[in-house]
């Protein structure tokens, strides 16, 4: 048995997909003993977090700590992780989980390890982590008597106990100098409602689209599909797409049901974001082009010609039904 404390963010009253997913992590490394939650700020999510496997939630308020602040948050996660005497600190392994978590770690004089796809406990914790983008695989050990490390994004499989937890708000003690850092604002995505992260269905165009404006029938794909848009570093780099959309090694990382990616080449560093697609339909004019090698469906072709063709099929189907 373990004392866990897990780091988890919210939205909309609920644990974030990768916190659900720190979660689980979290209550199989206690192996029966306790799981503490940490929320910042979000009452309304904290007697959620029981059905991810939480024990004690612990919701830490403060003026300061309102728009995000990660030296502040470390230091949360530090001085409760001590009181507990926590064995693991584990984090959702996103940019925020990340940034926090090595913060803490860095005050703490502590190991880190960041987007683990395994942790087995023991003395040392040996962990599988994901490197380079998710090409490259390390075995390490961490030898601590904490560890502090974060989950990839889909590295573990979100499972509900259905329990409950006993919540407690609290508020930390912080000096200036934890709030020296802060976020001040906030830009919206400029795509719609569908989380790239969490999509079940993303269309994805790249270089092949040719142009901002050619990205028209990839958009029109996603919104009858109900999926989301992504897109290539080729793309973001010609501007026809926002970074937020980008999918690959230094974009986001995506677990659909099915990718469909539209003149993209596939190269390694744009799988990367994808591994975790269950099922690949490439559409591409070059039959030889490396995504094929991904696929478990392609059409081979122009797409300003295939992806109007599938979308005025879907609305034939549609208006018929
Ligand atoms: C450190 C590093 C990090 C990187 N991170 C990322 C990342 O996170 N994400 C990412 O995507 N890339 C990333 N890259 C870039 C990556 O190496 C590729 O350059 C990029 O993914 C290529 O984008 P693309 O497939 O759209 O373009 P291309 O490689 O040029 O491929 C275009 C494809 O479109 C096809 N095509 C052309 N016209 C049509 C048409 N009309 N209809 C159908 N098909 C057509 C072509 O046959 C070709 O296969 C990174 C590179 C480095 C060095």
Redesign the pocket.
């Given at each position: 048995m373990a004392t866990v404390l897990v780091l988890v963010t919210t939205a909309e009253g609920a644990a974030t997909a990768a916190s659900a997913q720190a979660l689980t992590l979290g209550r199989e490394l206690a192996a029966g003993g306790p799981v503490h939650a940490l929320v910042f700020g979000d009452d309304a999510a904290a007697a959620s977090l029981g059905a991810w496997g939480a024990t004690h939630v612990h919701v830490a308020s403060h003026p300061g700590l309102g728009s995000g602040a990660p030296d502040a948050q470390a230091r949360v996660v530090c001085d409760l992780a001590a009181s507990l005497d926590a064995a693991f600190v584990i984090g959702p392994g996103t940019e925020d989980g990340n940034t926090v978590l090595a913060r803490a770690a860095a005050r703490a004089g502590l190991p880190f390890a960041a987007n683990c796809i395994r942790v087995t406990a023991g003395s040392p914790v040996s962990v599988t982590r994901v490197r380079w983008?998710g090409s490259l695989l390390e075995e390490a050990a961490i030898h601590a008597d904490r560890a502090m490390l974060t989950v990839a994004p889909h590295a573990v499989a979100a499972s509900s106990t259905g329990g409950a937890a006993t919540v407690e708000a609290f508020t930390p003690q912080l000096d200036d100098a934890d709030l020296a850092v802060r976020v001040v604002g906030r830009v919206p995505a400029p795509t719609g409602g569908v989380s790239l992260a969490d999509a079940t269905v993303v269309v994805s165009?790249?270089?092949?689209?040719?142009s901002a404006e050619g990205f028209a029938p990839v958009v029109e794909l996603a919104e009858l599909l109900g999926a989301a848009v992504g897109?290539?570093?080729?793309?973001t780099i010609a501007g026809w797409r926002p970074h937020t959309e980008?999918?690959?090694?230094?974009?986001t990382k995506i677990a659909p049901d099915m990718y469909i990616a539209?003149?993209?080449?596939?190269?390694?560093?744009?799988m990367?974001?994808a591994r975790g697609a269950k099922r690949v339909l490439a559409?591409?004019?070059?039959p030889e082009?490396?995504?094929m090698t991904s696929a478990d469906y392609a059409v081979i072709?122009?797409?300003?010609a295939?992806l109007p063709a599938i979308s005025a099929e879907i609305r034939r189907v549609r208006e018929a039904g």
């Amino acid at each position: 048995m373990a004392t866990v404390l897990v780091l988890v963010t919210t939205a909309e009253g609920a644990a974030t997909a990768a916190s659900a997913q720190a979660l689980t992590l979290g209550r199989e490394l206690a192996a029966g003993g306790p799981v503490h939650a940490l929320v910042f700020g979000d009452d309304a999510a904290a007697a959620s977090l029981g059905a991810w496997g939480a024990t004690h939630v612990h919701v830490a308020s403060h003026p300061g700590l309102g728009s995000g602040a990660p030296d502040a948050q470390a230091r949360v996660v530090c001085d409760l992780a001590a009181s507990l005497d926590a064995a693991f600190v584990i984090g959702p392994g996103t940019e925020d989980g990340n940034t926090v978590l090595a913060r803490a770690a860095a005050r703490a004089g502590l190991p880190f390890a960041a987007n683990c796809i395994r942790v087995t406990a023991g003395s040392p914790v040996s962990v599988t982590r994901v490197r380079w983008g998710g090409s490259l695989l390390e075995e390490a050990a961490i030898h601590a008597d904490r560890a502090m490390l974060t989950v990839a994004p889909h590295a573990v499989a979100a499972s509900s106990t259905g329990g409950a937890a006993t919540v407690e708000a609290f508020t930390p003690q912080l000096d200036d100098a934890d709030l020296a850092v802060r976020v001040v604002g906030r830009v919206p995505a400029p795509t719609g409602g569908v989380s790239l992260a969490d999509a079940t269905v993303v269309v994805s165009g790249g270089r092949g689209a040719g142009s901002a404006e050619g990205f028209a029938p990839v958009v029109e794909l996603a919104e009858l599909l109900g999926a989301a848009v992504g897109c290539s570093r080729a793309v973001t780099i010609a501007g026809w797409r926002p970074h937020t959309e980008q999918v690959g090694q230094t974009g986001t990382k995506i677990a659909p049901d099915m990718y469909i990616a539209c003149g993209i080449s596939g190269a390694t560093q744009h799988m990367a974001g994808a591994r975790g697609a269950k099922r690949v339909l490439a559409i591409n004019k070059d039959p030889e082009a490396p995504i094929m090698t991904s696929a478990d469906y392609a059409v081979i072709g122009d797409l300003h010609a295939v992806l109007p063709a599938i979308s005025a099929e879907i609305r034939r189907v549609r208006e018929a039904g």
